[in-house]
T-cell receptor
Framework: KNEVEQSPQNLTAQEGEFITINCSYS?????LHWLQQHPGGGIVSLFM???GKKKHGRLIATINIQEKHSSLHITASHPRDSAVYIC?????????????FGSGTQLTVLP | DVKVTQSSRYLVKRTGEKVFLECVQD?????MFWYRQDPGLGLRLIYF???????EKGDIPEGYSVSREKKERFSLILESASTNQTSMYLC?????????????FGPGTRLTVL
């Protein structure tokens, strides 16, 4: 079973800073998800990627399959970006329906 | 707009009670999932269903059962609630092939078992 490690666990930044959250995993995957969870619990899917790079507005996600590593970047961070960011992976082998989740990165952006 | 709803946002039950958590999706998705989320442990899959009346165990099914009688509804049942089942419970759905399609999450139910 895949082990998914996120770093850092907690991150505090000033508004406007460039933010990077990292995710590494232990075995081959077919897809990686980045999710955002706001206070109160609701989870929103930000990205799903299997190679390269994707960009939505100020958010950029990259993945390096050989190094088993993905990063989520936030440019020009804003207090409304404060949330828990969760990485989840789908293994290449095994059930096609189960994701393995990291424990999340708590991001706080101060005004 | 895609929607996954859960029957309660907050629930307090006593040890030994039978607890029903309900999840409804309006997207005609085939796959539905129940997770629990605990600090430091991330989301862990309890059960999932890929079709009506079909279910598969996830990583932590002990103490739970599920029911999917209709495509849009997936229920999680705690037969005899215990204090170690105090947690945030999240339901999700996806069109098919759980991990290779985007999962849509409900708002969560924070369950406290006294």
């Amino acid at each position: 079973k895949n082990e998914v490690e996120q770093s850092p666990q907690n991150l505090t930044a000033q508004e406007g800073e460039f933010i990077t959250i990292n995710c590494s995993y232990s075995v081959g995957i077919s897809a990686l998800h980045w999710l955002q969870q706001h206070p109160g619990g609701g989870i929103v899917s930000l990205f799903m990627l299997s190679s390269g790079k994707k960009k939505h507005g100020r958010l950029i996600a990259t993945i390096n399959i050989q190094e088993k590593h993905s990063s989520l970047h936030i440019t020009a961070s804003h207090p409304r970006d404060s949330a828990v960011y969760i990485c989840a992976v789908l293994e290449t082998s095994g059930s096609a329906r189960q994701l393995t989740f990291g424990s999340g990165t708590q991001l706080t952006v101060l005004p | 707009d895609v929607k996954v709803t859960q029957s309660s946002r907050y629930l307090v039950k006593r040890t030994g009670e039978k607890v029903f958590l309900e999840c409804v999706q309006d997207m005609d998705h085939e796959n539905m999932f129940w997770y629990r989320q605990d600090p430091g442990l991330g989301l862990r899959l309890i059960y999932f269903s890929y079709d009506v009346k079909m279910k598969e165990k996830g990583d932590i099914p002990e103490g739970y059962s599920v029911s999917r009688e209709k495509k849009e509804r997936f229920s999680l049942i705690l037969e005899s609630a215990s204090t170690n089942q105090t947690s945030m419970y999240l339901c999700a759905s996806s069109l098919y092939g759980g991990g290779i399609n985007e999962q849509f999450f409900g708002p969560g139910t924070r369950l406290t078992v006294l």
